[in-house]
Structures are given as C-alpha cells and as structure tokens.
C-alpha cells in the first residue's frame, strides 16, 4: 500500500538549519502535488509549503524566504529545507501528497507519521 515516510526531524538552535527528506512508496501510478504541513501542540495543523509535479511551489507567509520545497519525481521524494529556523517553527512536520495508487480510481490524498522539528537554545 501507499505510504509516506518523513526524515530528518530534530533539535536545532534558532537560526540554523534542518532539512526534511519524505519518500513515497508503494504501487503508486503517479505522484501529484506534494506539501509539508505541521502542527504545533494545542494548535490546528497548518499547511507550510506545496509544490506541484511540475515544480511549481506556494509556501505559508510564515515560511516564505527561510523555506524551500523541492521534489525528485524519480525518487518520489519531497524535500524541506528550512533555514533561518525560529522557536515558532518547533511542530511536528508531516508529508503530504495526493497519489494515484495503482488500484485506485483516483488520487487521494496521504500523510506521513509526521517527524517532530524543535527549535530551541
């Protein structure tokens, strides 16, 4: 079955830099647009950054200009590469993806387990 697995999360200082890793997997037809969300405890789940099959990107006004989200279409993977990093990017980070599976009639929508990011001195 279809499934997303995140890495890279971890303890960082504020200013430095972390770079999250997501491969997809499974009988997979094809790979459309993927993202990164996240959710702080006591917080709803808010969307960071999405970049389509064709590497067009759209990230959260938050992010802009320390975050940038890149894709291997061939590895079915989607990165995060967060720079800049402050004490309000401490979440824990999920993949997204909306993936045509071999057996579906369409694409749905999948999360990964989420990989915790804590910014902290």
């Known amino acids: 079955q279809v499934q997303l697995v995140e890495s890279g999360g971890g303890l960082v200082q504020p200013g430095g830099s972390l770079k999250l890793s997501c491969a997809a997997s499974g009988h997979i037809y094809s790979t459309n647009a993927m993202g990164w969300g996240r959710q702080a405890p006591g917080k709803p789940r808010e969307l960071v950054a999405t970049?389509?099959?064709?590497?067009?990107?759209n990230y959260a006004d938050s992010v802009k200009g320390r975050f940038t989200i890149a894709r291997d279409n061939a590895k079915n993977t989607v990165y995060l590469q967060m720079n800049s990093l402050k004490p309000e990017d401490t979440a824990v980070y999920y993949c997204?993806?909306?993936?045509?599976?071999?057996?579906?009639?369409?694409?749905?929508?999948?999360w990964g387990q989420g990989t915790q990011v804590t910014v902290s001195s």
């Open positions: 997204n993806a909306d993936i045509y599976a071999w057996a579906g009639d369409r694409a749905y929508n999948y």
């Open positions: 970049i389509t099959s064709r590497g067009t990107t």
